[in-house]
């Protein structure tokens, strides 16, 4: 048996400060309708996907910052998205800055099925980088002092399957794969903006498309879940972001990956069904798991060492 | 500033039935030998390093199972092991089958300091395998039926640094790491016996050595620790098993691979501090954990998947 769903990663370049939203909906509309054509049923959209990543500046004028957000989805400008995806008979998820009516503001994306419906709305839960900004950065990254955290990791049945949205730093974290594997996640969707340069140790900078690819491909074979990894790539504002784009199987191998740093679609034929390949067999929860023996995850949140 | 500890992986190849626990133990004294040579302060044997892999076979006859345990550690057989390392000031862990004086089976691992100092004894927690013969399969895997899972993850001071001991399947599970991450851990050292023939499953089969190394990398990088893999590797009655022992760095980047299926040793300078690249980076877990987003992991065993 096979239950397959073609999924298509769609890969955003740099974009500039001065870039209005209608532009930028414009080339998630072109890249929306190539993975139509391609047969896709569902396309991946990156992290923060209608603006800059405006995280890389301190934003003092509240009117200018909260013209990054959206207080409304779809809003004006992105109602175009939504109509072409629902003509097109396309599902989408969609990253962007949200702000709640009740003022809370989040990094999030929405998942819209192919039939319309709004699946879903994520909140990303590992909000990294910095509150205060520090003057030592070539840039900044303050994505802690303009979101709060969201409140779960939730799998949600759409797309014939069990699907989730993640973003971005959650994927470097097993706690991320595994609270949605328990909820028998078979494919999670997770749009990024990775500046190359990690200013906190450099040292990492050219280890930063193995890093991605490590985390997502141990989370997919772990929970035998299907992974699509999206970026905003390219040099955005100055700053060099990895692209890599690439979507990998239960097995932990990645099947289509980005050769560019620019706008691109990559698809797969992902069969759900293949999920069970490892969730029946080494990754067997119910036979193999012995959370009593895990209770620090919980118990803890930083370290504690043992007595000297 | 470094803090170097010297470790030496010894790959063993195959231990046939038929060996007496003497030749073995020569065996592991060449290799702990070589390592002291080679400058190493700590060499890791593998898993069940002293007799073959006896879960592969139903052994109904008591005193025939029982052969394969150790009651005491030292014991007769293994006291020229610990007398040599101790003669040499080179500290080791050895897996091997433990029957406790109250009756319990376990899948063991012994940690000894340079200084002759029994540091713990790690119980394997993740045991995997089934408990009764199946018919079908060309051998068997009944770890399930001749050990009873350990009660922790625990980390300890020795080697100058913060060290643990784990086995086997144990090192799939990001649990495992990320509880000895949550104590600070620089250093995990596993033991395994991997058939490259996954009967469940053998599509698998061709990744062997692709997820054994994605699990480890992953594990290192995600807790900031080193992680060292030694293989018991080649073809061992009848039944080939997986080499490619190999030492991971912090970063996840192998900085030692064995290139045989047999007896080997390789060696790397692991700086203790290089850990901290990433504990207080990317992973500070103080400041990026978010544990009640997680209950998942400790309060469920099995998925729970969303409702239809």
């Known amino acids: 048996m096979t239950r397959d769903v073609v999924v298509a990663a769609a890969q955003m370049g740099p974009i500039a400060k001065a870039d209005e939203r209608g532009a ?5 509309l072109a890249l929306l309708r190539e993975a139509a054509a391609r047969g896709a049923g569902l396309v991946v959209f990156p992290e923060l996907a209608l603006t800059t990543f405006f995280p890389r500046w301190v934003i003092d004028d509240p009117e200018e910052l909260d013209h990054y957000y959206e207080s409304e989805m779809p809003g004006p400008d992105t109602k175009p998205l939504f109509d072409e995806a629902l003509r097109l008979g396309i599902g989408f998820q969609l990253g962007y800055a949200e702000l709640t009516s009740d003022g809370h503001r989040y990094n999030a994306a929405i998942l819209v099925e192919r039939d319309g419906r709004i699946v879903s709305t994520y909140r990303k839960v590992h909000v990294p980088g ?3 900004p520090e003057d030592w950065r070539p840039f900044q990254h303050l994505e802690r002092r303009y979101f709060e955290p969201g409140p779960e990791f939730a799998a949600h049945r759409a797309f014939g399957g069990i699907v989730a949205s993640a973003l971005c730093n959650d994927r470097r974290w097993p706690e ?3 609270v949605l594997g328990l909820q028998g996640v078979e494919l999670v969707m997770i749009g990024y903006n990775t500046p190359i340069h990690y200013a906190p140790d450099p040292g990492q900078d050219h280890l930063a498309g193995f890093h991605n690819n490590l985390v997502m491909a141990s989370g997919a074979y772990q929970n035998g879940t299907w992974v699509v990894g999206v970026a905003k790539g390219g040099e955005e504002e100055g700053v060099p972001s990895l692209a890599e784009s690439q979507i990998i199987a239960p097995s932990g191998e990645v099947v289509a990956r980005a050769l560019t740093e620019g706008d691109e679609v990559i698809v797969a ?9 490892y969730k029946t067999t080494v990754f067997d929860f119910a036979r193999y798991r012995l959370p009593d023996r895990y209770h620090r995850i919980t118990d803890q949140i930083g370290a504690e060492l043992p007595p000297p």
């Open 130 to 132: 910095h509150e205060e």
């Open 24 to 28: 930028v909906v414009d080339r998630l």
């Open 269 to 277: 034929v992902c069969d759900l069904d293949r999920c069970n390949d």
């Open 176 to 178: 991320t794969y595994r």
